[in-house]
T-cell receptor, first 114, second 114 residues
């Protein structure tokens, strides 16, 4: 069974640019969540996709957007990058969005904005 | 609003000694609580969860957690620490709502000395 994978591992961008991060969910999982983890902090929820529809969003501006594809893989897009966007971006997949559904995380993408 | 607190930034323990990493929660209704571990430059690995049932939950790598409703706590424990247990530990609570969004604590760095 393949776990959650993310690409790329590291990324360096400059302020104002746009970035796309990718995530492949664990086999059989139809729900994907994205989190931002700033240095020294716990992960913060960005949004969640369930069967290709966004079904919840955290306190992040609209320049953070996403997609989920029919195979349940997902993308996180960030436009107009700001210095504060520098963080580890984590993708997590789960069987569903139910109370007991455990989220399994990928290794993350480290984004640095200069 | 749902939240968790990890009162200790760092816990030091000698190898072979028991370890405890503390977590308290604030929720309305029944809590759904999780523990994750993060190794340097890695994503989060799921350790265990409390949904309902027995107050003592057993998880991966010999870890267990004790749910205490009267003290609103969910402390992570292990009878005998290993140097390889040294990592960052996060407690999290599932938010009430349509998604299985996790709200994380600030993390506790566990350092196990040989």
């Amino acid at each position: 069974e393949t776990g959650v994978t993310q690409s790329p591992t590291h990324l360096i961008k400059t302020r104002g640019q746009q970035v796309t991060l990718r995530c492949s969910s664990q086999s059989g999982h139809n729900t994907v969540s994205w989190y931002q983890q700033a240095l020294g902090q716990g992960p913060q929820f960005i949004f969640q996709y369930y069967r290709e529809e966004e079904n919840g969003r955290g306190n992040f501006p609209p320049r953070f957007s996403g997609l989920q594809f029919p195979n349940y893989s997902s993308e996180l897009n960030v436009n107009a990058l700001e210095l504060d966007d520098s963080a580890l971006y984590l993708c997590a997949s789960s069987l569903g969005s139910g109370w007991g559904d455990t989220q399994y995380f990928g290794p993350g993408t480290r984004l640095t904005v200069l | 609003a749902q939240s968790v607190a990890q009162p200790e930034d760092q816990v030091n323990v000698a190898e072979g000694n028991p370890l405890t990493v503390k977590c308290t929660y604030s929720v309305s209704g029944n809590p759904y609580l999780f523990w994750y571990v993060q190794y340097p430059n890695r994503g989060l690995q799921f350790l265990l969860k409390y949904i309902t049932g027995d107050n003592l939950v057993k998880g991966s790598y010999g870890f267990e957690a004790e749910f205490n409703k009267s003290q609103t706590s969910f402390h992570l424990k292990k009878p005998s620490a290993l140097v390889s247990d040294s990592a960052l530990y996060f407690c999290a609570v599932r938010e009430r709502g349509a998604t299985n969004k996790l709200i994380f604590g600030t993390g506790t760095l566990l350092a196990v000395q040989p």
